[in-house]
């Protein structure tokens, strides 16, 4: 004898084939769904603790690394520009000396 899929104990009764079909096409209709979802939410940006999303986050950290190398770079041209300012000072020295 064959056995069925179904179990009678529990109430089940067994599908017709336009009910499978229906199901079928069910089924098939949500797991696209589930994938489209799936896709959306790794799509989605994410929030980092403090709120921001991924892409904010990055261009902080641009920002960030460029206001570093301005500092950087305006230290630099401090000490240039008090270097220079001595070797003024000395030239004048220099040259009211030499009158």
């Keep these: 004898m064959r056995e069925k899929a179904v179990d009678y104990a529990r109430g089940e009764t067994p599908m017709t084939d336009l009910q499978f079909n229906a199901f079928i096409e069910l089924q098939s209709k949500y797991e696209e769904l589930a994938a489209e979802?799936?896709?959306?939410?790794?799509?989605?940006?994410?929030?980092?603790?403090?709120?921001?999303?991924?892409?904010?986050f990055q261009r902080y950290e641009k920002m960030r690394d460029k206001c570093e190398e301005l500092t950087k770079e305006v230290a630099l041209l401090r000490?240039?520009?008090?270097?220079?300012?001595?070797?003024?000072?000395?030239?004048?020295?220099?040259s009211s000396e030499k009158k």
């Design 37 to 56: 979802v799936s896709q959306l939410r790794k799509a989605k940006p994410r929030r980092t603790d403090d709120g921001m999303t991924d892409y904010q």
């Design 79 to 94: 000490e240039e520009n008090a270097r220079l300012k001595v070797q003024t000072e000395m030239l004048k020295a220099l």
